[in-house]
């Protein structure tokens, strides 16, 4: 059995933990994905980094032996209860208020129907169904904490992201998370058997925000899935010491000509330098920087024009609702209409042809908990441009495999671009290096170490049980 370390950023270091015979890990368990759904697609509405997260943790712990359930809200009629995800992983659709038209927002209102539909499905099975529930969110730890109270087992939660954290890096325009998440997500953390942040960074702030017992955290790395995202769709799947990891560490030629084809099935232009932005479109994630960075390149260098092509590739999101067309409008304004290119999201294998297609994935986001879409990209070969923000420093190696940006001053994020679009060779040699750091984040690495915080929360839950039974 794999073991893993808790590292606190300010210095705690959790003991390595070393499970002797006897101390299980779980057959099943409940996950709980309460606002969106693990089959819904990246990039639409609510779903993000969290939905892929899921999915692919989900499908590596049942590649182990654990098998998972997942709940989640039913956002459209006629669907059925129960859809098999994977082998060993259903997903349940739990009826919970009107299903369409219902913003995040409203959902606490309905956290009482999605608690009784998962108390339902649950009641149809015999005691001891589950050993742990694991809820991803706010909103589902309040689920989770009642769940697992009821059924005699632990909670291991999830925040994925944290109201005081947001609130702390609004971006302009954005609104404030209201006081009500503020207050249900410091009852998760008293409530919850175990914490999971995906860096130390998060694991000290769940301690300073939330005054979380640093004891109860465990920081666990989100992962990447290195046989979709690479360099070159051609190549054959990572196997161990195989062809992959080698060719992943070579001279970057490979990489060039898989960047050539992924352009020429997307149409994208041979030679131009193209900076892409991939994600939600709304104020939290910041592509009004990347525009306004491209417009005071223009500036300066008018002559780049032509080798310029900027995809955007999401749609509206959170409060970017409010101004769908928002971000088209800005390019119009700030006249380079004519050079960003706006695609709906896309399914998982072609978001990895837009990555290798891109000179540059650009992320000058406010807050991030991790920043799944920059491991993604730099496993598939290209360097990122980030905002140096909450997990982006883990995902990107500064200087190295990409370039943190302090602040969110639109200059600053022009001149990290000049930097590449002068220096093909650069981006090159980033590439190459930015593969080789994804390397270390696969997701079997991932489930291992979340199973290794399962079996450490079922063995501390039981002796809890024996000694106040003793």
């Not at 491209?294 to 609702?321: D, F, H």
């Not at 495999?401 to 590449?420: E, F, K, M, Q």
């Not at 590439?431 to 290794?452: C, K, L, M, Q």
Request: glycine content about 10%.
């Amino acid at each position: 059995m794999s073991q893993y370390v808790s590292r606190i950023s300010s210095g705690f270091v959790a003991p390595r933990l070393r499970f002797p015979v006897g101390h299980r890990k779980p057959r099943r368990i409940a996950m709980l994905s309460v606002h969106t759904s693990p089959l819904h697609q990246p990039g639409t509405g609510d779903a993000g980094g969290m939905n892929v997260y899921i999915v692919e943790l989900a499908k590596r712990l049942a590649a182990i032996n654990i098998e998972v359930e997942i709940f989640t809200r039913a956002t459209a009629g006629g669907l059925r209860p129960s859809v098999e995800l994977a082998p060993g992983v259903l997903v349940h659709h739990v009826d919970a208020g009107p299903y369409e038209g219902l913003a995040k927002e409203d959902l606490p209102g309905q956290l009482c129907a999605f608690t009784h539909g998962t108390m339902q499905a649950w009641a149809r099975h015999r005691p001891g169904h589950y050993d742990l529930v694991h809820s991803h969110y706010w909103l589902s730890g309040h689920v989770g904490w009642l769940a697992a109270e009821r059924w005699g087992v632990p909670l291991v939660h999830a925040m994925h992201t944290m109201a005081k954290v947001k609130n702390a890096a609004l971006a302009e325009g954005d609104l404030p998370e209201p006081t009500s998440r503020v207050i249900g997500e410091t009852q998760i953390v008293d409530a919850a058997d175990r914490l999971i942040a995906n860096t130390a960074e998060e694991a000290d702030e769940l301690i300073r925000f939330y005054d979380a017992d640093p004891a109860k955290v465990a920081v666990v790395h989100p992962g990447v899935n290195l046989d979709r995202f690479r360099p070159d769709r051609a190549l054959a799947p990572f196997s161990g010491s195989g062809s992959l990891s080698a060719r992943r560490s070579g001279s970057g030629s490979g990489f060039e000509g898989g960047r050539r084809a992924a352009r020429a099935r997307l149409g994208v232009p041979q030679n131009a330098f193209v900076p892409l932005f991939a994600g939600r479109i709304q104020p939290l994630k910041a592509p009004d920087i990347l525009l306004r960075a491209i417009a005071q390149l223009l500036v300066r260098e008018p002559s780049l024009r032509p080798r310029l092509y900027v995809p955007i590739v999401g749609g509206p999101s959170g409060s970017g609702l409010a101004r769908p067309e928002g971000l088209q409008k800005l390019a119009a304004y700030l006249g380079i209409a004519d050079v960003v290119h706006f695609h709906p999201p896309v399914a998982q294998d072609l978001l990895a042809d837009w990555f290798r297609a891109a000179s540059t994935l650009v992320m000058p986001s406010y807050s991030e908990s991790f920043g799944l879409v920059a491991i993604e990209a730099q496993a598939s070969g290209t360097p990122v441009v980030a905002a140096a923000v909450g997990g982006l420093p883990v995902a990107v190696r500064d200087g190295v495999t990409g370039i943190l940006v302090p602040g969110h001053n639109p200059s600053d994020y022009a001149d990290a671009l000049h930097r590449l679009l002068v220096n093909p060779a650069l981006v090159t040699r980033m590439g190459v290096a930015a593969a080789r750091h994804a390397e270390s984040f696969g997701w079997d690495t991932a489930a291992s170490a979340t199973a290794d915080v399962y079996t450490a929360a079922m063995n501390e839950h039981r002796r809890r049980v024996r000694s106040h039974h003793g």
